[in-house]
């Protein structure tokens, strides 16, 4: 019995009994290689057809210059004006009663002067903006987000063309969604209130259009023009930066120059 306990073979087998003995390792190196092998040709495989997508639809998310297409930055400004509104009111709610529950709370507070008192209820009402304005600010972002992302890729898979049929399917899916962590019912409410409010959206859009005479990717070009300006002129700005810290160096380097001639002479 002891003899057996001091076989490792036995009792590797015994807690592994899967395990192949000393003699067959070269089998299962052979195993593992033909494993890592075939996860490496899966892997550059996926690789391959993401890029493939990527160059065939790259043209959707960037233009010749490299800058984000008309349609992704009305989804990233959509986005930024959601969590910024959604930030705005969440800490207003959350803000109108932090005065008067700090006077309540300190009513019997002695402070050394009314700046210190000025100074805690300051912090006490940017805790109170930063905890509602951040998590509303999210949900609101998100919500933008997803309406403007689909209602976008609607407008350019029907060739460049808007109507309300955009923002009705939009606003349903983006409903469904929100609510649908809410089990059926809540998916079905979603998708409705999503649908109504993606209706007089479009509604509303649609009427701004015709009574301006605009068509929707005019506005999508005006705003893309002034951020292409903007990132234009910081490419023009750090280019001369640039060329001015040279031009410093070569002349603080020259400068060293001339001096260690003058002081080998």
Same mark, same amino acid.
């Given at each position: 019995?002891?003899?057996?306990?001091?076989?490792?073979?036995?009792?590797?087998?015994?807690?592994?009994?899967?395990?192949?003995?000393?003699?067959?390792?070269?089998?299962?190196?052979?195993?593992?290689?033909?494993?890592?092998?075939?996860?490496?040709?899966?892997?550059?495989?996926?690789?391959?057809?993401?890029?493939?997508?990527?160059?065939?639809?790259?043209?959707?998310?960037?233009?010749?210059?490299?800058?984000?297409?008309?349609?992704?930055? &009305?989804?990233?400004?959509?986005?930024?004006?959601?969590?910024?509104?959604?930030?705005?009111?969440?800490?207003?709610?959350?803000?109108?009663?932090?005065?008067?529950?700090?006077?309540?709370?300190?009513?019997?507070?002695?402070?050394?002067?009314?700046?210190?008192?000025?100074?805690?209820?300051?912090?006490?009402?940017? $805790?109170?903006?930063?905890?509602?304005?951040?998590?509303?600010?999210?949900?609101?972002?998100?919500?933008?987000?997803?309406?403007? &992302?689909?209602?976008?890729?609607?407008?350019?898979?029907?060739?460049?063309?808007?109507?309300?049929?955009?923002?009705?399917?939009?606003?349903?899916?983006?409903?469904? $969604?929100?609510?649908? +962590?809410?089990?059926?019912?809540? &998916?079905?409410?979603?998708?409705?209130?999503?649908?109504?409010?993606?209706?007089?959206?479009?509604?509303?859009?649609?009427?701004?259009?015709?009574?301006?005479?605009?068509?929707?990717?005019?506005?999508?070009?005006?705003?893309?023009?002034?951020?292409?300006?903007?990132?234009? $002129?910081?490419?023009?700005?750090?280019?001369?930066? &640039?060329?001015?810290?040279?031009?410093?160096?070569?002349?603080?380097?020259?400068? +060293?120059?001339?001096?260690?001639?003058?002081?080998?002479?």
């Amino acid at each position: 019995m002891l003899r057996l306990l001091r076989n490792r073979r036995w009792i590797c087998a015994t807690i592994f009994p899967f395990t192949s003995s000393a003699g067959d390792d070269s089998n299962d190196k052979f195993k593992i290689a033909n494993v890592w092998n075939s996860f490496i040709s899966f892997t550059n495989h996926n690789l391959s057809k993401v890029e493939n997508f990527w160059n065939k639809y790259e043209k959707y998310f960037y233009d010749e210059k490299g800058y984000p297409t008309k349609e992704v930055q &009305s989804v990233g400004s959509a986005t930024f004006i959601g969590f910024m509104t959604g930030f705005a009111l969440g800490g207003m709610y959350k803000l109108k009663d932090v005065p008067q529950k700090h006077r309540d709370e300190n009513q019997v507070t002695l402070y050394e002067n009314k700046f210190v008192m000025q100074r805690d209820l300051q912090r006490k009402v940017e $805790l109170a903006t930063f905890k509602g304005g951040f998590p509303f600010g999210i949900r609101v972002g998100l919500f933008c987000f997803f309406f403007s &992302s689909i209602s976008t890729f609607l407008y350019v898979y029907r060739n460049y063309t808007f109507d309300i049929l955009n923002p009705m399917i939009s606003g349903a899916v983006t409903g469904f $969604l929100f609510k649908m +962590n809410m089990g059926i019912k809540g &998916s079905i409410s979603g998708t409705v209130i999503g649908t109504i409010l993606g209706t007089i959206y479009g509604c509303v859009t649609q009427f701004i259009l015709f009574v301006t005479g605009v068509e929707i990717g005019d506005t999508y070009k005006a705003a893309a023009n002034l951020m292409n300006k903007r990132r234009d $002129l910081i490419k023009e700005n750090v280019k001369k930066m &640039s060329n001015e810290e040279k031009s410093q160096i070569q002349i603080m380097h020259e400068k +060293n120059y001339k001096m260690r001639e003058m002081v080998d002479k």
